[in-house]
């Protein structure tokens, strides 16, 4: 009486071994990939765009005492 099966499952071979090694490798890097990316997003999620423009205000400002230098508000237009 022989066996019918004579070799190994496919599973036990060192192809596949390496292929599913390789694969939970990448499936790791990717997952490891996607956490970095979404807490640099968080983090830049705190600066919105109020403390931006408070940023550009302020530098504006440094100029004459502290105070924005805009001609319009001194100049009369005749309409």
Same mark, same amino acid.
Request: charged fraction near 15%.
């Given at each position: 009486?022989?066996?019918? %099966?004579?070799?190994?499952?496919?599973?036990?071979? *060192? *192809?596949? #071994? #390496?292929?599913?090694?390789?694969?939970? #490798?990448?499936?790791?890097?990717?997952?490891?990939?996607?956490?970095?990316?979404?807490? %640099?997003? /968080?983090?830049?999620?705190?600066?919105?765009?109020? /403390?931006?423009?408070?940023?550009?205000?302020?530098?504006?400002?440094?100029?004459?005492?502290?105070?924005?230098?805009?001609? #319009?508000?001194?100049?009369?237009?005749?309409?």
């Amino acid at each position: 009486a022989l066996s019918a %099966q004579t070799e190994d499952p496919f599973y036990e071979e *060192w *192809w596949f #071994l #390496l292929v599913m090694a390789l694969s939970s #490798l990448i499936l790791i890097l990717l997952v490891v990939f996607a956490l970095v990316l979404h807490g %640099q997003s /968080k983090k830049y999620k705190n600066c919105s765009t109020g /403390k931006t423009i408070s940023n550009v205000e302020e530098s504006v400002t440094l100029d004459n005492g502290g105070f924005t230098a805009l001609e #319009l508000n001194s100049r009369h237009l005749n309409i």
